[in-house]
Every structure is written in structure tokens, then in C-alpha cells.
């Protein structure tokens, strides 16, 4: 019943937007009571929070799935976020997700609630890069997957160019963040590459 309930709720999305959507279309959608939607989902703001979870995780379980074949860094950050933007153009209710982004409510959802899709995005993302490359720096993995996450929702939501340049210019901008040798700062902590430490004692 639930799964039905979210299924009727990305229609209405796709349809109507975040705004126009009401639980009462979404039980009728669903061919079930309104009673029984707010019973599954107290609110819409529980609503609002299952729909993100349920495409958060479709968004992210592409892009993981390109770090699992063979290739290098380059070939799966092309991979993921080439994914992601043709997933983010194509998909509606995605799309539909991304552009409430200036509902006050859903830029909570987005961007600062309890489980947000970049926090999400930036642990999932950098835990399949380090599965598939364990000798990047866990550090650098983190933040190239946030700001990754970051540069994609932006890119969908105001296309400068083709999905796939831009996907080729995310990957050459992370790769060679991943694999520059040396230190560097953040916070005021140093953390070393793994390039730097396969070079030998300074």
C-alpha cells in the first residue's frame, strides 16, 4: 500500500508540482481513501520526505552502479554523472523534485533537512569511488562527491550545455582533483594523497 500511495504521489508530481499536489489527488490516483493516505503518511511534509527518499535513492543506485564496472577514475566519474544528468533530464518527477527547490519546505528536504540529498549523495557517491579505487583519499572522495552532487542538481536544473560535455568536464575537474600528489588544506587539516605517499618519504 505504501509503495502504491508513493507511486500516485511522483504522477501527481510529474503533473502538477510540488505546490498543486494535494492528498486527496494522490488517493484517488492510488484508489484508495484519503484516510488511508494520511494513515500511511500522516502529512504531506511525511509525504514530501518519502517521495525524496524513494528518488534520492533511484538517482543514486545509477551512478553507484557505474563505479562497479571495470575502468578508471576518469571512465566511472564520466559514467556516474553522465548518468545522473540523463536521469535528471529525463525523468520527470525527478526534474519535478529538483525545480520545488525553491519551495521553502522542499529546499529542506534538498538541501538541510535530517537526511538531505547532497549529505546523501556525498556519503553514497564517495563510498563507491573508494570501493571501486581504495587508494583515493577518503577525504578528497568526500568532498568530490558533494560538489559533484551539487554541480549536477545545478546542471539539471539550468543546462549550459549537452549532458555529456558536461559530464566530461565533471570528470576531468574531479580527476584531477583525486590525483594531484602533495597536501592540502581544509578546515585547517592537512590531509595527503595516496599519490604522495606511493612516491616515497619526502
Known amino acids: 500500500m505504501r509503495d502504491d500511495i508513493l507511486d500516485a504521489a511522483l504522477l501527481e508530481l510529474e503533473l502538477t508540482g510540488w505546490r ?5 489527488e494522490v488517493a484517488t490516483r492510488a484508489g484508495v481513501s484519503r484516510q488511508t493516505v494520511y494513515n500511511t503518511f500522516s502529512n504531506r511534509s511525511e509525504l514530501a520526505k518519502a517521495m525524496v527518499d524513494r528518488l534520492t535513492d533511484h538517482f543514486l543506485a545509477g551512478v553507484e552502479a557505474a ?8 571512465e566511472h566519474w564520466l559514467a556516474g554523472v553522465g548518468y545522473a544528468l540523463h536521469e535528471g533530464t529525463r525523468n520527470a ?11 521553502e519546505h522542499f529546499l529542506d528536504l534538498l538541501t538541510r533537512g535530517a537526511d538531505p540529498v547532497v549529505q546523501t549523495a556525498r556519503t553514497r557517491v564517495s563510498a563507491a569511488a573508494l570501493r571501486s579505487h581504495p587508494d583515493l583519499d577518503p577525504e578528497r572522495a568526500r568532498i568530490a562527491a558533494e560538489a559533484t552532487a551539487r554541480l549536477v542538481i545545478s546542471s539539471i536544473m539550468l543546462p549550459l550545455h549537452p549532458p555529456d560535455q558536461t559530464a566530461y568536464h565533471i570528470a576531468v575537474m574531479v580527476t584531477a582533483m ?3 600528489p602533495g597536501t592540502w588544506q581544509r578546515n585547517g587539516r592537512t590531509s595527503r594523497a595516496t599519490a604522495a605517499s606511493r612516491s616515497g618519504p619526502e
Open 20 to 24: 498543486a499536489l494535494r492528498m486527496s
Open 67 to 74: 563505479f562497479m564496472r571495470d575502468g578508471t577514475i576518469f
Open 93 to 103: 518527477a525527478l526534474h519535478a523534485m529538483l525545480a520545488a527547490g525553491d519551495d
Open 178 to 180: 583525486l590525483e594531484a
